[in-house]
């Protein structure tokens, strides 16, 4: 089975006991539970149901594992002849989830 849901303005293909990587979500602590209430569609091998937007009663439970940073992200401008660099870095902070069930 798996569900397709919507959380802050990004859409995620789910199913039971995979891990996702979502935003950071603030105020979360581990297995904390977490509940995803806008689910697009929802299906399996035989059948699918799509939302009109959203699928009436349809919610993905998850637990939230660890907070944590991604991969560096190297930002590097350079001019030639002008004596200009410049050399940023960034690393986007996630929250790993683990889903836990699919609720139709």
């Given at each position: 089975?798996?569900?397709?849901?919507?959380?802050?303005?990004?859409?995620?293909?789910?199913?039971?006991?995979?891990?996702?990587?979502?935003?950071l979500?603030?105020?979360?602590?581990?297995k904390?539970?977490?509940?995803?209430?806008?689910?697009?569609?929802?299906?399996?091998?035989?059948?699918?149901?799509?939302?009109?937007?959203?699928?009436?009663?349809?919610?993905?439970?998850?637990?939230?594992?660890?907070?944590?940073?991604?991969?560096?992200?190297?930002?590097?401008?350079?001019?030639?002849?002008?004596?200009?660099?410049r050399k940023?870095?960034?690393?986007?902070?996630?929250?790993?989830?683990?889903?836990?069930?699919?609720?139709?």
């Amino acid at each position: 089975m798996y569900a397709i849901i919507k959380d802050r303005g990004k859409q995620y293909k789910v199913s039971p006991g995979e891990c996702l990587l979502i935003d950071l979500v603030e105020g979360l602590k581990e297995k904390d539970p977490i509940e995803f209430s806008e689910v697009i569609a929802v299906g399996d091998e035989s059948n699918t149901r799509i939302g009109n937007p959203l699928v009436a009663g349809a919610k993905v439970l998850a637990e939230v594992e660890c907070q944590t940073l991604g991969e560096k992200v190297r930002i590097i401008k350079f001019r030639r002849r002008e004596n200009y660099r410049r050399k940023r870095g960034h690393r986007q902070a996630f929250t790993q989830v683990k889903i836990k069930e699919i609720c139709v």
